[in-house]
């Protein structure tokens, strides 16, 4: 860097207003301001758990769904053949942490009738629920809780579960949540 080159943001601001450091810093004390930028706080989201209910209809593999997918510490893999639904879990978390799924195949969107997914962000349980009726999600709760109490919170709120949101299809339709 070129000696007499700005370097810092109170001597760049400085420059750009053609005025000396000691102005800029005088502005910022009678203002109170503090160019100090905080550490960003650390976001973790971490699986844990997703279910998946319904009713899987065409000519493979027919029938109800009850699947449980658990994630351990780590990383998970995911394998199996072609078009088996490994996109189809993927896509299933991004319908659940978004309210909409990317690219979620309509054939197995309509199988769908109930989707659990247990998390930690930043260290807390919380457990998402989805009802889904023709497609759409019709209810949606967010849960509080030990791990324990959100996986026996799937079809009821277990009484040591805490409910932090509820929504509705109209409220999904609307654009509140």
Not at 120 to 129: E, K, L, S, Y
């Amino acid at each position: 860097m070129n000696e007499g080159t700005p370097t810092t943001l109170v001597e760049r601001i400085a420059a750009s207003a053609s005025c000396p450091v000691q102005a800029v810093e005088q502005t910022l004390n009678d203002y109170s301001l503090n160019l100090t930028t905080t550490n960003r706080r650390h976001r973790s989201l971490r699986l844990d758990r997703l279910r998946i209910r319904g009713d899987k209809a065409g000519e493979v593999e027919p029938g109800s769904i009850d699947e449980t997918f658990m994630f351990d510490l780590g990383v998970t893999v995911i394998a199996a053949g072609n078009l088996r639904g490994k996109t189809g879990i993927l896509e299933v978390l991004t319908l659940v942490l978004r309210g909409e799924g990317r690219n979620l195949q309509a054939d197995v969107l309509s199988w769908l009738k109930a989707i659990s997914l247990d998390v930690h962000i930043n260290g807390q349980p919380i457990g998402f629920r989805l009802s889904l009726d023709n497609s759409e999600i019709t209810q949606g709760l967010i849960l509080a809780g030990t791990s324990g109490d959100l996986a026996a919170s799937d079809d009821s709120t277990a009484s040591s579960a805490n409910e932090l949101a509820r929504g509705f299809h109209q409220c999904w339709a609307e654009g509140c949540v």
